[in-house]
């Protein structure tokens, strides 16, 4: 699979998270998307997951057949998908058949994430930690070419944290992609780094300047006549 | 690889409701509590309460779908489960339709097969009952299908249940007029049973094809 990304720029409530965003990604490659807080690299991540639209630039896939993007991937973020009065199993088994593509039991994905205990345990017993464990562990229940993981190793320990290394270095031994967004080094060899600091610090610039046009006495009209970049004359909450 | 996804899906929302802090026993006895209060608000006056008894189950019956309705998609938003459908080979009007299935296998179908029962609460006979029941069995459905389409336009919104309420109850009047006609046709007057019926059938087939479609397309841009 190759994932193209060509100027992205996306724009939430009115208001300009990031522009000209472009990467490639082919097969056995790694993407660390990294930034300050609020730069919008889980924006970036829901954009490719098909939850947001983006407002404008193109996305393309190749080499999956008939696919669309958001069959292709796997997605780990902070809200992982996870029902807690289900047991970690009913769970997986859950994503798997609704994924479909299935290549390891429940079982056998737990155990290699070092929760074979916890296989008919609610999820809700389980630590935050824990239950990001259970969630990697849909990584390796069906097989999808991408993963897209949001700071996957937020409450993870050092353990847990080495063998997701070793499971995304098999991934993308097999012609996997990942695109991570993270703050840490994860483990991720020759992984090309994508930072959407610089899309979003213009449009931080432009905030600044638009709050200081709106503190000051001529306020909004001079505001939106000041011919500047393409943010300025938003709607704001 | 389609029918086992769907399968999957309705067998765990099946699941969820049947486990602890599910709602589908919560909006039965909130449907007997309506049923319960009335008669202590009208008095004991049997003729009144049976003459009105069917318009107040189906009263009951839209307030308490409406009371499940506001989790139905806003559980799935909040923890990520429906970016997990979004990537789904499926698609989306097709994970509304079973988890549509799914919420009233365990809230309106209840509803439609206790009616009887609480029909006794407000003095209803044997036919009524019966037709009571029925028209409730035809008619539910029309009531979550169009409940989903709010639900699906308020997943995002915290607490958004009340707005739910206000967007879809008058959406619902159709179905309430004719299913509470429907049940006193039963009764005797000048209309047959059978047509108002055949257009509360018709009401929950054109929300069945409604719902689906506008519900898939709330939830699929739903920012």
Redesign the interface.
């Known amino acids: 699979m190759r994932l193209t990304a060509q100027t992205l720029a996306v724009r939430r409530s009115g208001r300009r998270i990031f522009s000209d965003v472009s990467f490639t990604l082919g097969a056995g490659e790694a993407l660390m998307v990294t930034g300050r807080n609020g730069a919008g690299k889980s924006t970036l991540l829901a954009v490719l997951a098909g939850r947001l639209k983006p407002e404008s630039g193109t996305l393309t896939v190749h080499e999956v057949g008939e696919a669309t993007l958001p069959e292709c991937l796997h997605v780990v973020g902070h809200r992982d998908g996870l029902k807690s009065p289900l047991t970690a199993e009913e769970n997986l088994a859950f994503a798997r058949d609704l994924l479909g593509a299935p290549t390891a039991s429940p079982r056998a994905a737990l155990e290699e994430l070092g929760l074979g205990h916890a296989l008919r345990l609610p999820v809700a017993y389980l630590s935050a930690g824990q239950r990001r464990r259970v969630a990697l562990a849909r990584l390796l229940v069906c097989r999808r070419p991408l993963w897209l993981l949001d700071e996957p190793t937020a409450a993870l320990d050092v353990a847990s944290q080495a063998v997701l290394a070793g499971m995304m270095a098999r991934h993308r031994a097999t012609g996997g992609l990942v695109i991570a967004a993270t703050h840490q080094a994860l483990g991720l060899e020759g992984a090309r780094e994508l930072r959407i600091e610089a899309a979003r610090s213009e449009a931080a610039r432009s905030e600044a300047a638009r709050s200081e046009a709106a503190r000051s006495e001529a306020a909004m009209s001079e505001a939106t006549a000041t011919p500047s970049d393409a943010a300025t004359g938003d709607v704001w909450w | ?1 389609v029918m ?2 769907l ?3 309705v ?2 929302d099946l ?2 409701a049947a ?4 709602s589908g026993a919560l909006s039965l006895v909130f449907f007997l509590m309506i049923v319960a209060v009335v008669p202590f608000a009208l008095g004991p006056d049997l003729n009144l309460l049976s003459r009105i008894g069917p318009a107040i189950l189906w009263l009951a019956a839209v307030l308490a779908t409406l009371i499940g309705l506001d989790r139905l998609f806003q559980a799935d938003e ?13 698609p989306m009007e097709l994970v509304v339709l079973a988890k549509v299935l799914a919420h009233w296998l365990t809230t309106g179908l209840p509803l439609a097969l206790a009616a009887p029962l609480f029909g006794l609460l407000v003095a209803l006979d044997g036919t009524a009952m019966a037709a009571t029941s029925l028209t409730l069995l035809v008619g539910t459905p029309a009531l979550t299908f169009i409940g989903a389409v709010g639900s699906a336009l308020t997943a995002s919104i915290r607490r958004g249940g009340l707005i739910l309420a206000v967007l879809v109850l008058p959406l619902m009047i159709p179905t309430l007029i004719f299913g509470v006609s429907a049940s006193e046709a039963a009764l005797g007057g000048t209309v047959p049973f059978t047509t108002p019926l055949a257009i509360l059938a018709a009401l929950s087939l054109i929300a069945g094809v409604v719902g689906t479609l506008a519900s898939a397309a709330a939830l699929r ?3």
């Not at chain 2, 486990?19 to 599910?22: D, K």
């Open positions: 690889m086992r996804a399968k999957a899906l067998a765990r699941a969820l486990r602890v802090g599910g909040e923890d990520g489960s429906l970016d997990l459908m979004t990537g789904a080979p499926v841009w739903s920012e």
